[in-house]
């Protein structure tokens, strides 16, 4: 079948009419693509601030928790004296009670002034500044069992947090009695005791 210039010219309307109806189709096929990606687009925006939403709610809710965990346990450091400023007439004080109870043959002490802790390694300590106040000890002790006495009187008396680093202990023979010609002797420990009292000072308190 041949079509001639006449026949193309008749049909020439039906023709425009199929090419444009083409165009709006693929015009239409274009926008609603568009449609569908900007849809999908805000979609994966709207969820993932939802999923924000929901992150920072579950924070919100355990903070809460843990302040309600924590709570007593903040409020009894506060009351022991580790947390904020340094106790040191306490801390003297407390020693000097200690003495009291004769609980070694003597000791003395010497306490450095404050100064910020700088661990190794390197520690976060969060909002809070640890301090930290050497304290040496050198005690004249009958037996060993007595610097534990020390210890557990030092931790149970005295409000605060001494951190012992180490102890050495070193045997000696003295002189307790008998006449000048043949004196008695007995042996007896002297004892060398480093560490200190660590106190957390929170950085929003004046």
Same mark, same amino acid.
């Given at each position: /079948?041949?079509?001639?210039?006449? *026949?193309?010219?008749?049909?020439?309307?039906? #023709?425009?009419?199929?090419?444009?109806?083409?165009?709006?189709?693929?015009?239409?096929?274009?926008?609603?693509?568009?449609?569908?990606?900007?849809?999908?687009?805000?979609?994966?925006?709207?969820?993932?601030?939802?999923?924000?939403?929901? $992150?920072?709610?579950?924070?919100?809710?355990?903070?809460?928790? $843990? /302040?309600?965990?924590?709570? *007593?346990?903040?409020?009894?450091? &506060?009351?022991?004296? #580790?947390?904020?400023? !340094?106790?040191?007439?306490?801390?003297?004080?407390?020693?000097?009670? &200690?003495?009291?109870?004769?609980?070694?043959?003597?000791?003395?002490?010497? &306490?450095?002034?404050?100064?910020?802790?700088?661990?190794?390694?390197? #520690? *976060?300590?969060?909002?809070?500044? &640890?301090?930290?106040?050497?304290?040496?000890?050198?005690?004249?002790?009958?037996?060993?069992?007595?610097?534990?006495?020390?210890?557990?009187?030092?931790? @149970?008396?005295?409000?605060?947090?001494?951190?012992?680093?180490?102890? @050495?202990?070193?045997?000696?023979?003295?002189?307790?009695? !008998?006449?000048?010609?043949?004196? @008695?002797?007995?042996?007896?420990?002297?004892?060398?005791?480093? !560490? !200190?009292?660590?106190?957390?000072?929170?950085?929003?308190?004046?």
């Amino acid at each position: /079948m041949k079509f001639s210039r006449s *026949d193309f010219y008749l049909m020439r309307w039906s #023709i425009l009419a199929v090419c444009a109806s083409a165009l709006v189709s693929v015009a239409a096929l274009y926008s609603s693509g568009k449609y569908v990606e900007n849809t999908q687009n805000e979609r994966h925006l709207a969820q993932s601030m939802l999923n924000d939403a929901n $992150n920072h709610l579950v924070t919100a809710r355990q903070d809460q928790e $843990n /302040m309600a965990i924590y709570a *007593d346990e903040y409020g009894a450091l &506060i009351g022991w004296n #580790i947390i904020g400023d !340094g106790q040191r007439l306490d801390w003297m004080e407390g020693l000097e009670n &200690i003495r009291r109870k004769n609980l070694v043959t003597d000791f003395r002490y010497s &306490i450095a002034p404050q100064k910020t802790f700088v661990s190794r390694p390197p #520690i *976060d300590s969060g909002n809070f500044a &640890i301090h930290y106040s050497e304290m040496k000890l050198q005690f004249d002790l009958l037996h060993e069992g007595q610097l534990l006495n020390f210890f557990d009187a030092l931790r @149970t008396d005295i409000k605060g947090w001494y951190q012992l680093e180490g102890c @050495t202990l070193q045997r000696s023979v003295a002189a307790i009695g !008998g006449d000048n010609d043949t004196p @008695t002797a007995a042996a007896y420990l002297k004892a060398e005791c480093g !560490g !200190g009292w660590i106190t957390l000072k929170n950085r929003n308190t004046p």
